[in-house]
């Protein structure tokens, strides 16, 4: 049974700075790719970032790139997600998520956590 356990949401100011975890089981998750979706109230999901199998590669949304850093730890089966400068339209329930595919799109994706409240204040 594949699990996913996201950690470490909360209420941040705005400027200040999260690190998501996401606790993988049940998979050899260093053979899948992985990523981080996000969800606001009322709108769809949308891509963060995301990472090859080996961490060598990642991309990220525009609205993450320069602010967000994804990485992982295949030997603790963990993927993180170090957000800086984090504004108030970063609000949202963030997921993690794997993929045989490095992709943006969530179709590519099949294993979800349950997912971390992330709340940005003005």
């Known amino acids: 049974q594949v699990q996913l356990v996201e950690s470490g949401g909360g209420l941040v100011q705005a400027g200040g700075s999260l690190r998501l975890s996401c606790a993988g089981s049940?998979?050899?998750?260093?053979?899948?790719?992985m990523g981080w979706f996000r969800q606001a109230p009322g709108k769809e999901r949308e891509f963060v970032a995301a990472?090859?199998?080996?961490?060598?590669?990642?991309d990220y949304a525009p609205s993450a790139r320069g602010r967000f850093t994804i990485s992982r730890d295949n030997a603790k089966n963990t993927l993180y997600l170090q957000m800086n400068r984090l504004k108030p339209d970063d609000t949202a329930v963030y997921y993690c998520?794997?993929?045989?595919?490095?992709?943006?799109?969530?179709?590519?994706?099949?294993?979800w956590g349950q997912g971390t409240q992330v709340t940005v204040s003005s």
């Open positions: 998520t794997t993929s045989r595919y490095f992709s943006t799109t969530a179709g590519d994706y099949d294993y």
């Open positions: 049940g998979r050899t998750f260093s053979l899948y790719n």
């Open positions: 990472i090859t199998w080996s961490g060598t590669s990642t």
